[in-house]
C-alpha cells in the first residue's frame, strides 16, 4: 500500500454529516445517561420518524434509531438537538438533564466531529419504581 492509496481522492470535498446521522449519535448518548429511561418520540417524533424510515426503506438503507431527538439547522449555520425523555422517579431532573446535555454535546463532537450549539432537554414523564 502506498501513501497514494491512503489519501481521499478528493481531498478539498466538502465532508457532510446528515441531520439522521446526529441524531441517531444523540439518541444514543441521551440513553445512556444514568436516570434516563427511555426517550420519548412525542406526536412530532412519531411523524419524523416514520418519514425517515421510509424514506431509508426505500433508499434500502437500514434505520437508525433517533426517537426522541430532534435536530435543527438555522439559517446560520447553528445546529440544535431538542431530546424528549423519561427520568426514573429516584432522578433529580436538573442533574439528569444536564448530564444529558453534556453527553449529547460530547458524544456528537467525538463521533461525527459536528459541532452542537444548543441541546434542549424536555422531561415528559417520570415513571415511578425506575431508576
Do not use: H, N, Y
Not at 61 to 89: C, F, I, K, M, N
Not at 92 to 120: F, I, K, N, P
Amino acid at each position: 500500500m502506498t501513501a497514494a492509496d491512503t489519501e481521499p481522492a478528493d481531498a478539498g470535498g466538502e465532508f457532510v454529516v446528515s441531520d439522521a446521522v446526529v441524531a441517531s449519535v444523540a439518541a444514543r448518548a441521551a440513553a445512556a445517561v444514568p436516570g434516563v429511561v427511555r426517550l420519548e418520540p412525542g406526536l412530532r417524533g412519531l411523524v419524523v420518524g416514520l418519514a425517515r424510515s421510509g424514506k431509508q426503506l426505500f433508499g434500502g438503507q437500514e434505520s437508525a434509531s433517533a426517537d426522541g431527538v430532534r435536530v435543527a439547522r438555522a439559517a446560520a449555520g447553528g445546529l440544535t438537538v431538542q431530546v424528549d425523555l423519561t427520568l426514573g422517579s429516584g432522578c433529580r431532573a436538573a442533574t439528569v438533564g444536564a448530564q444529558v446535555q453534556q453527553a449529547v454535546l460530547r458524544s456528537v463532537r467525538e463521533q461525527t466531529g459536528v459541532t452542537v450549539d444548543e441541546v434542549s432537554v424536555t422531561i415528559l414523564d417520570i415513571e415511578p419504581g425506575a431508576l
